[in-house]
């Protein structure tokens, strides 16, 4: 009668013991470094961001205090006091929650970017192509999307009354979201704004209107 096939149970003993046994020296070192790494990028963090992370309080605290210390050698003990408070806790939920902070701010420094990019092509466009990307421009623009009119809301009284001296469209807040109309006012009040090389109020108020319509 053939000897029944033990090994099969063994090896899954010996799996599972495998499991079980402690991180060696190197994965220690590693965990350290990643645990370093990371309260570092905490303590880059504003004040309120800190706050506005669910963080424990006692780690809370010690990245507070952090950012009191002045001198370095203050700063490097306080770091290896946040250290041990780390190691003490359970690193993966800030992780994510750091994670999820830089695809945030990789997604606004995008969004800044390509409002960048659509003011200066309104600036710098000859003036028969100016209707054309107005359209395109607002075509572009996200159903989502906030009311540009809203979003500029500290739209300077100068910048309108030179649209409303040139005869174009009301480009003041609170009145309606921007159309074609109004965008291509703030157009050409910025055009006009960059050509006599005076103060850039109606370039910024094109900037932030782009913006609120893309972002």
Known sequence: MPRKKQYQWKNSDEAEGF????????EKKRQSIALQNMGEEL??????EVKNL???ADLREALQLYARIGDHEGRRRQMQFIGRVMREIDPAPIRAML?????????ATAALHKAEQWRDRLLTADEAELAGLVETLLAARPADAQPAADIATDI?????AEADSAGQADARPGKKALGADELRALAVAARKEAAENTSPQARRVLFRAIHGMLA
Request: aromatic letters at 0%; zero cysteines; hydrophobic letters at 30%.
């Open 19 to 26: 499991d079980s046994l402690p991180p060696s020296r190197s």
């Open 43 to 48: 303590t880059r963090l504003g004040p309120q």
């Open 54 to 56: 669910d963080l424990p």
């Open 99 to 107: 994670d999820a902070r830089r695809e945030v701010s990789a997604a």
């Open 156 to 160: 300077a009284t100068d910048v309108a």
